[in-house]
């Protein structure tokens, strides 16, 4: 959804899109790490911790970097800065490669 969005030129909803399959790999993470339910958070760098999953910086960047847009593709009125149409493509490539990764480790 997120690389149809980007096709469009949907740079706030492309990128919220891109967001959601991390929440939920991490979440799944979590579930298994700690056998409990995920806590009711969007924040990838904190579900990252919860799981025990150690990261490259490279990859602790891209969680970080899309959190700015799980609440800024919920709330249109949020003053999180919208990335360029291309910088939204590199990070939706780099997201989608920590979301292989995460899938790869289950």
Request: charged share 25%.
């Amino acid at each position: 959804m997120a690389t149809e969005l980007l096709q469009n030129a949907r740079v706030r909803h492309a990128s919220f899109f891109a967001h959601l399959p991390l929440e939920k790999a991490l979440k799944a993470h979590v579930r298994r790490h700690t056998r409990d339910l995920a806590p009711r958070t969007h924040n990838l760098v904190r579900l990252a911790e919860r799981a025990g999953l150690t990261f490259s910086p490279g990859r602790t960047d891209v969680l970080a970097k899309m959190n700015e847009f799980a609440l800024a593709g919920r709330y249109p009125g949020t003053t999180a800065p919208m990335p360029t149409l291309g910088d939204a493509k590199t990070l939706e490539q780099k997201a989608r490669e920590v979301c292989d990764w995460l899938i790869q480790q289950l």
